[in-house]
């Protein structure tokens, strides 16, 4: 087992809103469809939709959607589990799994050299995926995260949007809506950027405990002739 540290996190959560945009509009999933198609592909068995909905923390409604999207897109296969109708079952399909080997060989490209993960594996990215699903952020929430690693602040709208690899309008407005809240505050000219407000770095900070709270599933270790064992 090994923890998520938030610059890890960060890297992975950009790479994969670039690979995002640079899809067709109709083939794209939000990260936490891609998460759901990585925990099928981790699992290596079907689960109960419920159990996908426990894991992602979302009610059955949001989950409905989410699996309805994702198999229309041919990517999971549904079907009555047991007994109980209600109690749907989702499988990867073929497509499924050439859609997360592909995803994530891009997002392992899209990681710059130097970033956290960089040099990382596109079977370890399924995994960081997998097990970052485990938390939901919205837009606001990265953008606080992403303000959080900086080392400085104020920090720049131009330099949140290239952090977080998010289109400078969905980050204009997820900004907008922090300012509402309370949380970040503005500057007096869009050059003197961003900052948070007492309330915004404890708002941060309750994220990033949550993110430190991830655990990524190792590969199982594996017995050599001699005895020892290796990653």
Known sequence: MGLVDLREYMSVRRAYNLVRQSQPARDRLTFEEFAALCRLQVAGAPMKTSEIAEYQGALRPTMTHRTNHLAELGLISRGEGGRDRRNVVCAITAEGSRCVDRISAHTCDEILPGQPLS????????????????????????????????????????????????????????????????????????????????????????????????????RPRSQKPDGQTAE
């Open 119 to 218: 040099r990382t594996l596109p079977e370890r990215i399924v995994k960081y995926v997998d097990a970052m699903g485990s938390v939901f952020a919205k837009a606001g929430d990265l953008v606080l995260l992403a303000m959080r690693v900086e080392d400085s602040q104020p920090v720049t709208v131009t330099r949140l949007v290239d952090v977080l690899g998010l289109l400078q309008p969905t980050v204009s407005m997820s900004i907008s809506a922090l300012v509402r809240e309370g949380l970040v505050e503005r500057g007096p000219s869009r050059a003197s950027g961003l900052a948070f407000t007492p309330r915004g770095t404890a708002r941060a900070a309750e994220l990033s405990a949550r993110i430190a709270g991830i655990v990524v599933r190792r």
